[in-house]
C-alpha cells in the first residue's frame, strides 16, 4: 500500500520568506508527527496530531513555526520568516495505535540561504 | 541527562563480526522500545521493536533490561549492508495522553570486507 509521503523532497529558500511543507500520512492512521534533522543530528519532535484532539506543539522552538492537519489525513508545517537555522531536514511520520510503530515519509531538505 | 543516550560511535567491524550497541533511558516510565535503522539520506525504518523478555529476528537480538533502564541491539555475522545508523527509540505516554516517542542520536555502524 501507499506509504507516508511528502512534498516538496527540497525547498531551497532565500532568509525572510515563509515555508509550507505537506505530508500525506497512510490512509487511516491517526496520528502524526512532524520532526527535523539536522546534519549528523538526532530526530527533534516538533509537534504530534492525534486523531481530533488539540495536537501536542510541546516540541516547535519557535512561534514562526506552526502545523494543521485537515481532516484527520493531510497535515502541513508552515515556517514563517526562515532563518538559516530552519535548516534541516524535516520528517513526517504517521501511526496507528500510536504507541507503536513509525512510518516515516522521504522527508522535505530545506535550505534557507 | 539526556532522556535517550547512545554511544554515537562509529563501531567500524569486519563482515562476519558480532556487534552490540546499548541504549539509556532515564525515565522508568518508558513503555515500549524500537530499534530503528536509517541509512545515509533516507528516513529511518524500523528494524525491530523491543519486548521484555527479549526477542530475535534472524541475526538480530534485542533485549531490554528494566531495572537498569537499558535496551540493546546484537548483530550476528555482520554484512556489508548492514552499515548504517542504529537509532534507539522510547516511548511513553505523556500528560493529556499523548504519545511522543523520543529518540536517540543514532550509533553509527561501518562493516568493511
Known amino acids: 500500500g501507499a506509504g507516508v509521503s511528502q512534498s516538496p523532497s527540497n525547498k531551497v529558500t532565500e532568509k525572510g520568506k515563509d515555508v509550507e511543507l505537506r505530508c500525506d500520512p497512510i490512509?487511516?492512521?491517526?496520528?502524526l508527527y512532524w520532526y527535523r534533522q539536522s546534519l549528523g543530528q538526532g530526530l527533534e519532535f516538533l509537534i504530534y496530531?492525534?486523531?481530533?484532539?488539540?495536537?501536542?506543539k510541546s516540541g516547535l522552538p519557535s512561534d514562526r513555526f506552526s502545523a494543521e492537519r485537515t481532516g484527520g489525513s493531510v497535515s502541513t508545517l508552515t515556517i514563517q520568516r526562515t532563518q538559516q537555522e530552519d535548516s534541516a531536514v524535516y520528517l513526517c511520520?504517521?501511526?496507528?495505535?500510536?504507541?507503536?510503530?513509525?512510518?516515516f515519509g522521504p522527508g522535505t531538505r530545506l535550505t534557507v540561504t | 541527562r539526556k532522556e535517550v543516550e547512545q554511544d554515537p560511535g562509529p563501531f567500524n567491524v569486519p563482515e562476519g563480526a558480532t556487534v552490540a550497541f546499548n541504549c539509556t533511558y532515564s525515565?522508568?516510565?518508558?513503555?515500549?522500545f524500537f530499534w530503528y535503522r536509517q541509512d545515509c539520506r533516507k528516513e529511518p525504518k524500523l528494524l525491530m521493536s523491543?519486548?521484555?523478555s527479549g526477542n530475535e529476528d534472524g541475526r538480530f537480538t534485542a533485549q531490554l533490561n528494566r531495572a537498569s533502564q537499558y535496551i540493546s541491539l546484537l548483530i550476528r555475522d555482520s554484512k556489508l549492508s548492514d552499515s548504517a545508523t542504529y537509532l534507539c527509540?522510547?516511548?511513553?505516554?505523556?500528560?493529556?495522553?499523548?504519545?511522543?516517542?523520543?529518540f536517540g542520536r543514532g550509533t553509527s555502524l561501518i562493516v568493511h570486507p
Open positions: 511520520a504517521s501511526t496507528d495505535p500510536p504507541s507503536y510503530e513509525q512510518y
Open positions: 490512509s487511516g492512521h491517526t496520528a
Open positions: 496530531f492525534q486523531g481530533n484532539s488539540a495536537p501536542d
Open positions: 525515565n522508568s516510565a518508558s513503555q515500549s
Open positions: 523491543v519486548y521484555s
Open positions: 527509540v522510547v516511548n511513553r505516554a505523556r500528560s493529556g495522553g499523548s504519545y511522543i516517542p523520543t
